[in-house]
């Protein structure tokens, strides 16, 4: 969220379609349909429809600190739901704030880069 807004500002004006794709609903703390719901009102903000954000409900993907996150899996995952992206927005290989979810998004799109 709060951390992809300014990089979202940037890309609406170059990019006439943006999808929104959420490895988890951020269940962690029992707040998952809260944040899904934030996710879908931040999106509109951005002038992103709600049918193009996607937020992806896989056992393997829980969210929480101690969570680990099988990074193959991850890829494949992401590449079904963005088979052919001209570009994708993630977090930095640290995680932005050391999260293990976040890390793992992170290696995991990087690999579909090498692919």
Not at 28 to 40: D, F, N
């Amino acid at each position: 969220g709060m951390f992809m807004a300014p990089a979202l500002e940037s890309m609406r004006e170059w990019y006439k379609k943006i999808r929104i794709v959420c490895v988890c609903n951020g269940n962690a703390a029992g707040l998952g349909e809260t944040r899904v719901k934030e996710l879908s009102e931040s999106a509109k903000i951005f002038g992103i429809h709600h049918n193009d954000v996607t937020v992806i409900s896989d056992p393997r993907f829980k969210d929480g600190l101690q969570e680990e996150w099988p990074v193959e899996a991850l890829a494949e995952t992401i590449k079904r739901n963005i088979p052919h992206p001209s570009h994708i927005l993630t977090f930095d290989p640290y995680g932005v704030s050391s999260h293990p979810n976040h890390i793992a998004v992170s290696h995991a799109c990087s690999a579909l880069k090498s692919t």
